[in-house]
């Protein structure tokens, strides 16, 4: 339909998967845009009050009289924040990463600079160390390139390439204003990416415990993308394969790591890939399909080949071949994106939880085989998800957490609620955070809380979005909005999320009428999604919370119903 109409496209710097395939689509030029400035979250109220005594605490000798009243005290603090006070050094551990978590400092506003303190702060987290880049990035960052080269595309003039990648460890993507480019897709993964997949899959096994024998990844583009395919080698590790190179030095496919190399059993891997994936990577998706191929198809014992022992299994009780079997590579159909469980969870239209595993199942059982084809094969899926110990994602950014944008429940999420429903138990949910650093592995609860702490309830995060008014309140509604989500998919989010975020903003009046002026109809969604988390059972306030709640959100419907009757 655009046919020779220029499409000039503003583009988030750290979104390559998603700018390419607006190239694609449409024909966009993309001009480059920076994503808000990032800080340190710090500690705030009762957090820092309790650091202040864990710091004394750790401080005094180990019989110290002070010790028993400080221990008490400590105990009394650590649950007036909702934290186990009973294990101090576990305790320091959780406010530390709380405190150093970075978080998004407000929005970005295309073509303004970020401000004085904002840089500094930048800097200040910044990974990388060598002067002239550190130079190089304070001098660019005080320069707008937005706009010029907004103008430029539009007066069809050329917007010179970039790499798409996050500015934390990328400095590369500045100066902004430039058109985003992915990767060369032939050369992924990288020796790199697998020798740091090995690295973040034994990761997962340590913080997994017990050998798991199935684990279920989900694979983005986007992640993919940024890291020269660090989760595909992940993927790539657990099932003791590496990618096969041609003379070329292109991508061709997969090999099998000898076990004995290996030094420990191979372990099944159902990978679901986001529509983006499947579209920008069919390479990748081949080899991986073919791993899962070969290891079924392996002269090696079940027991320490744990493919070859599911694909057997499959094949036997489905009266399917070996190849069908072996199918671990699961998406959507072509040209459809998504599990739909995100729309289902917004509209709150859905009844039981199982309905949202049906959503995931209807929309990402089509497997893709070692041709790179799809077939739908929802009995497979089913199969394989009720051997699934453990799901598993990558963080994809610092400026993304899993309750930022509604994609990680849509698709971490969602396959864990079809996990509970095949294996009638639940399976434990992990997120790898490579973001910054050496990575770690977190159980979801522990992901959720951190993100609770350090961002939706943190006045540094929320004062930052509500600068921007009416989008920052949109942005808070839908942390609550996709805290939800986790519970309706995981059920691992704990009670007191919800008795925070609404005694912060929904019961706190003042706040209450900040929200609603800014923005009334996400000030009315907020309150009424804390209901719908009581009525689905995911927390139960006491009386009092309850009928406070229901009055706010009477208040806060009339509020807007009588914004309507003036506008008419
Ligand atoms: C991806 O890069 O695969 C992706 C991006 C946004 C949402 C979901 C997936
Ligand atoms: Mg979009």
């Known amino acids: 339909m655009i046919g020779e109409v220029p499409n000039v496209y503003l583009y988030a710097s750290n979104n390559p998967s998603e700018a390419t395939l607006a190239k694609r689509r449409s024909n966009a030029v993309t001009v480059t845009h920076l994503t808000p400035p990032l800080a340190a979250s710090g500690l705030y109220k009762g957090l820092s009050e309790l650091k202040d005594s864990l710091a004394r605490y750790r401080s005094l000798a180990p019989d110290a009289h002070e010790r028993a009243d400080l221990s008490a005290l400590i105990s009394m603090q650590a649950e007036a924040v909702d934290l186990d006070g009973s294990n101090p050094d576990h305790l320091w551990l959780t406010l530390l990463e709380t405190e150093t978590a970075l978080i998004p400092d407000g929005l970005h506003i295309l073509g303004r600079p970020m401000g004085d303190a904002e840089r500094a702060e930048h800097l200040r987290v910044m990974a990388e160390t060598d002067p002239e880049t550190r130079a190089r990035v304070e001098q660019l960052l005080q320069e707008d390139h937005e706009l010029p080269a907004l103008m430029r595309a539009l007066s069809a003039r050329y917007i010179a390439p970039v790499a798409g990648g996050d500015l ?315 805290t939800l989500g986790w519970s309706a998919t995981t059920g691992q989010v704990e009670p007191w999320v919800y008795q925070r975020l609404s005694e912060t903003f929904v019961l706190d009046e003042e706040m209450r009428r900040r929200l609603s002026a800014l923005n009334p109809q996400a000030s009315v969604r907020m309150a009424n999604r804390l209901l719908e988390a009581f009525e689905r059972n995911y927390w139960q306030p006491d009386d009092e919370t309850l009928a406070a709640l229901q009055a706010s959100a009477d208040e806060l419907e009339d509020r807007l119903e009588g914004l309507d009757v003036a506008a008419e």
């Not at 997994?208 to 590790?237: E, F, H, T």
């Not at 994936?277 to 080899?287: A, I, V």
């Not at 320490?304 to 699961?330: K, P, S, T, W």
């Open 168 to 482: 934390i460890r990328s400095p590369d993507v500045l100066p902004t204003g430039r058109n985003i480019h992915a990767f060369d897709p032939f050369r992924m993964p990288t020796a790199f990416a697998m020798q740091d997949g090995a690295k973040q899959a034994q990761r997962l096994l340590d913080a997994a415990g017990d050998l798991p024998r199935s684990v279920a990844i989900v694979l983005w583009g986007s992640d993919n993308i940024k890291s020269d395919g660090g989760p595909i080698a992940q993927a790539m590790a657990l099932m003791g394969a590496t990618p096969r190179f041609d003379g070329y030095g292109r991508l061709c496919g997969a090999d099998l790591v000898p076990l004995a190399e290996l030094g420990r059993p191979r372990i099944d891997v159902v990978m679901t890939l986001s529509g983006i994936f499947r579209d920008l990577l069919p390479l990748q998706t081949r080899m991986l399909a073919e791993a899962a191929y070969k290891a079924a198809t392996a002269d090696e014992p079940c027991a320490e080949n744990f493919i070859r022992a599911h694909a057997l299994d499959y094949a036997q009780r489905m009266g399917c071949d070996i190849e069908d079997a072996a199918l671990r590579v699961f998406s959507n159909a072509e040209g459809a994106y998504g599990s739909n469980v995100n729309a289902l969870v917004d509209s709150g239209a859905w009844g039981e939880e199982d309905e949202l595993a049906d959503a995931y199942e209807a929309r990402k059982s089509f497997a893709y085989g070692r041709d790179g084809k799809a077939k739908k094969n929802a009995s497979l899926l089913q199969a394989a998800l009720g051997d699934v110990d453990l799901a598993y994602q990558n963080l994809e950014s610092v400026e993304l957490g899993v309750t930022t944008v509604d994609h990680y429940f849509d698709t971490l999420g969602g396959i864990s609620r079809a996990v509970k429903r095949a294996k009638g138990s639940d399976a434990p949910v992990f997120i790898g955070d490579q973001t910054r650093g050496a990575g770690i592995v977190r159980s979801l609860q522990d992901q959720v809380a951190l993100e609770t702490r350090s961002r939706s309830l943190n006045p540094k995060w929320f004062e930052g979005m509500l600068k921007h008014g009416h989008e920052g309140v949109r942005q808070i509604e839908a942390q609550v909005t996709n």
